[in-house]
Every structure is written in structure tokens, then in C-alpha cells.
């Protein structure tokens, strides 16, 4: 931060209850300087705000919005017993409607959270990744690869019955899940008896993850949907 030209940058708080959020916050805000206050966690920024100071929101995505039965709905009980869920819920909707702008990291986000919340200064602000080194030309193996995790909606557990089916005709290829969140779908591995044709590679490198891909004869990908 304070490579930045001309500005003094303080970082301060911390992601705690909706109760510093609301309370001390604010006041420490209104007693301050501040030209400019960005909270890059979804959430923290409080209903009543210091008039002086610019209020930006970092909001990844608004997904569990485009899913509300499945994230909230249907999960009701798990809220009842965990009130803090609940509040992280409201701070994250306060957040949305008190920022005075909302910064997201795609043009596909961005559009989501202007058609979800009706906001309209909203902007994407591009991450430039790692560049990766050219890989040489392989010859593919039999093999698919999937990079994604297992939230419900990469729609993982369809990929593996998909594969299950394939893999009957064509018992020499793999199915290799890049990552190191997988661990849950053993049981269901087992259950297809997919045995060693399904590779858990757990954490790889960024180069590695591309060669892994560039060997792969396609990347299966069967998300409901992406931010």
C-alpha cells in the first residue's frame, strides 16, 4: 500500500461481530480523516455513516444471492442454530446498500451485482494473474482434468457419475481433479468403483496445474454457473 504515490494508507479493524461493524466503526470513522474507507471482505460498512468519508465496498460476487434457495433457504435450520451466519448475511446486505461504490474482480460479477442490488456504480477492477511458461507440445493422454472445488454448484458428484458411464467403454482413461478440496468425494468414488481411474492431485503449482491441462484430451467443466 504505501507504494502507492501520494496516498497514507492505515490498515485498522478487524472481520469481527456485527457488533464492531455497527458501533465502533462508525465512530472511529466520524473522528477520523479518512477521504476514502474500502473494505475488501463483502461485508463492513456500517448503516450510519461519517459524511466526509467515501465508503467503497470489494464484493467478489453476489452468487449466494443468484442461489438463495440453496445457500439460505435450504440451509434455515444451520442458521437458526448459528446466529452469526445470520448476521454475516445482514452485514453483507448493509454492505451492499450503504458503499457508496462497489469494486468486484470481472466484468461477469460486475454485471450481477448492478442486475442483483440495482447498483450502479459498480466496477470491475481486472487481476492480472501470473503469466505461465510456454509448454511444450505434448501428445494427450487419455485423461480429463477438472479445476473448480466442490461447491454445489460445479455440479462435481454429476461429473463423476458422467465419468463412471464413459469410463465403461473406454477403461484406459483417468479423470484427474486438480486441487486439494476433494477429499469429500471419496465415498462416492468408492461407490462407482472408479477406483485408480479418478487422481486426487491435491495442491499443485501454478506451472504445474497448466501442464496437467496441456496433457489432458479436454477440461470438463459442468458448473451451473460462474461468477
Known sequence: YTEVAGLD???????????WEQRALPRHLADSDYDVYFTGANRGI?????????????????????????????????????PSANAETVAQ????????????ISQQSAIDIRRVFHRRDVTACLIRLKDVDRQAPVAPRDQFVYVGGVDFRKKVDVLLEGFARFVRDHPDYRLVLVGSNYAALQPQIDALALGDRVVL?????????FRILSESRAMVYPSLYEG
Do not use: C, E, M, N
Open 9 to 19: 494508507v492505515r490498515v485498522f479493524g478487524d472481520q469481527g461481530p456485527l457488533r
Open 46 to 82: 456500517p448503516l450510519r455513516k461519517a459524511g466526509h468519508v467515501r465508503y467503497v465496498l470489494g464484493l467478489l460476487d453476489v452468487i449466494p444471492y443468484l442461489f438463495f434457495r440453496h445457500y439460505h433457504l435450504r440451509h434455515w435450520k444451520r442458521l437458526l442454530r448459528h
Open 93 to 104: 446486505l448493509i454492505a451492499v446498500a450503504r458503499a457508496d461504490a462497489i469494486l468486484t
Open 201 to 209: 492431485t491435491g495442491y499443485v503449482d501454478h506451472d504445474t496445474k
